[in-house]
């Protein structure tokens, strides 16, 4: 799979390069991630949803098709967290057969390391403003859960990464901004907002680090009373806000045009 995430980027690099137009630069970005499943949101006050911050930051590539169409590729490294918290109303045991006794409160966190490759198609205008439309694909390359108690106080700590799918496929739209960065030169920066929601089901756990699969003999869902009715599917929802800096390499110089995008007539 690394050599996969190596030559991606390397391709892309070797088709734009016979191109007119096309860039190569860095970009980051940090945004807020969901974890969304039905069950976890339907729990009541023993499992909330927290709010979740995520980062990323790596490879931006750009292909200009022409002056209103562009291609943009990217190969980003995020860590995306998933908060939770809750309190015990009763005593009891969840099916794992770990106690929680009333009154006991909790903050989890489900962490995720991904490396994501979207490939955006833009439409630019000559202002600099472009609307993006694309695939986004994830592989998660490693999983982890902590979670600390009070009353009685406890924590824990341990990978969950075989209970997440090892990748995942979303769809995403943003809006963004083009402009050259200094002027009478080739270098550019950008400034995006994108949303992006999952189509895969990507499993997981839920708040109490306990597994979501829907495999034979889980107690989330067998015995007379299942903890819970059914099996749910978990789905990613993403919103970032994102900065770019790049250089165009083109046969034809853009003059003054302040825009990155859009350039050749």
Excluded at 8 to 13: A, G, M, N, Q
Excluded at 36 to 62: D, H, K, M, P, R
């Amino acid at each position: 799979m690394k050599k996969n995430i190596i030559l991606i980027p390397l391709l892309v690099f070797c088709i734009c390069g016979k191109s007119q137009s096309f860039e190569l630069g860095l970009r980051g970005g940090c945004g807020s991630c969901w974890l969304l499943n039905n069950n976890v949101s339907n729990a009541g006050n023993e499992q909330n949803y927290s709010t979740s911050f995520y980062y990323s930051y790596g490879l931006f590539i750009g292909y200009d098709i022409n002056h209103r169409y562009s291609l943009e590729f990217d190969v980003l490294s995020e860590t995306i967290n998933q908060n939770y918290k809750g309190s015990f109303q009763e005593n009891g045991h969840l099916p794992e057969a770990n106690y929680y006794v009333a009154g006991e409160t909790y903050s989890s966190q489900s962490q995720l390391y991904i490396i994501e490759i979207p490939a955006m198609l833009h439409y630019n205008t000559r202002s600099g403003l472009y609307f993006e439309l694309g695939p986004e694909y994830q592989f998660i390359t490693d999983a982890g859960y902590t979670a600390s108690y009070s009353n009685p106080s406890s924590e824990a700590n341990y990978s969950v990464a075989n209970e997440f799918a090892k990748s995942n496929i979303l769809v995403a739209i943003g809006v963004g901004w083009n402009f050259r960065l200094i002027p009478k030169t080739n270098i550019y920066a950008f400034a995006n907002i994108r949303y992006a929601y999952g189509l895969t089901d990507i499993r997981g756990v839920d708040g109490f680090g306990q597994n979501l699969n829907t495999t034979t003999g889980n107690p989330l869902y067998s015995g007379v009373t299942p903890y819970y009715s059914s099996y749910q599917s978990t789905h990613m929802q993403e919103i970032s806000l994102n900065i770019g800096i790049y250089y165009r390499f083109s046969k034809h110089y853009s003059g003054n045009h302040p825009t990155g995008r859009g350039r050749v007539y």
